[in-house]
């Protein structure tokens, strides 16, 4: 079984974790990148007409990617991806919609400040194929140590 993290990050708090994920795992990472990156005044959420407000504010927007990933090789995806507004960012879906993920598994995995998942799997599920076996992992706030990612995954039935 081969395993990927693919995660996308704003700030840096996602790739962090995600690449200590990697490690944890021994899995491949992939970095899911905007097309045009998101700078500081695009992520605050405090204003209205911030470029993250706009995207989250339509439930249909679907964020140009940089690149698309090569899916085909892997079993289980863990996809990881800061909170906004309660549910994952719609770069997200940009990511499950520019691939086939049948028959495959995802463990989504996120961090927030105080957030948790929210809607994030209803809102994620219609991207992709009803074949995906989903898993609903954890939200982590702050930093997380690679003994504690070790005893994460050890909880969860891949």
């Not at 770069?91 to 989504?108: H, M, P, Q, R, W």
């Not at 954890?138 to 891949?158: C, E, M, P, Q, Y």
């Given at each position: 079984?081969?395993?990927?993290?693919?995660?996308?990050?704003?700030?840096?708090?996602?790739?962090?974790?995600?690449?200590?994920?990697?490690?944890?795992?021994?899995?491949?990472?992939?970095?899911?990148?905007?097309?045009?990156?998101?700078?500081?005044?695009?992520?605050?959420?405090n204003n209205s007409q911030?470029?993250?407000?706009?995207?989250?504010?339509?439930?249909?927007?679907?964020?140009?990617?940089?690149?698309?990933?090569?899916?085909?090789?892997?079993?289980?995806?863990?996809?990881?991806?800061?909170?906004?507004?309660?549910?994952?960012?719609?770069?997200?879906?940009?990511?499950?919609?520019?691939?086939?993920?049948?028959?495959?598994?995802?463990v989504v995995f996120a961090t927030?400040?105080?957030?948790?998942?929210?809607?994030?799997?209803?809102?994620?599920?219609?991207?992709?194929?009803?074949?995906?076996?989903?898993?609903?992992?954890?939200?982590?706030?702050?930093?997380?140590?690679?003994?504690?990612?070790?005893?994460?995954?050890?909880?969860?039935?891949?």
């Amino acid at each position: 079984m081969k395993t990927l993290v693919a995660y996308f990050s704003a700030s840096g708090s996602t790739r962090k974790l995600a690449k200590n994920l990697a490690e944890v795992l021994g899995a491949d990472a992939y970095e899911i990148k905007p097309e045009t990156p998101y700078r500081g005044a695009d992520l605050n959420w405090n204003n209205s007409q911030s470029r993250s407000s706009v995207e989250m504010a339509d439930k249909n927007s679907r964020p140009a990617l940089a690149e698309k990933a090569d899916v085909a090789a892997y079993d289980t995806i863990f996809l990881g991806f800061p909170i906004w507004w309660y549910v994952a960012p719609h770069i997200i879906n940009s990511f499950l919609e520019s691939a086939d993920f049948a028959g495959k598994t995802i463990v989504v995995f996120a961090t927030s400040g105080g957030s948790g998942f929210g809607n994030t799997l209803a809102e994620l599920k219609p991207s992709c194929a009803d074949s995906v076996t989903w898993i609903e992992g954890k939200v982590f706030r702050g930093h997380v140590d690679k003994d504690s990612l070790s005893a994460w995954v050890k909880t969860l039935t891949l």
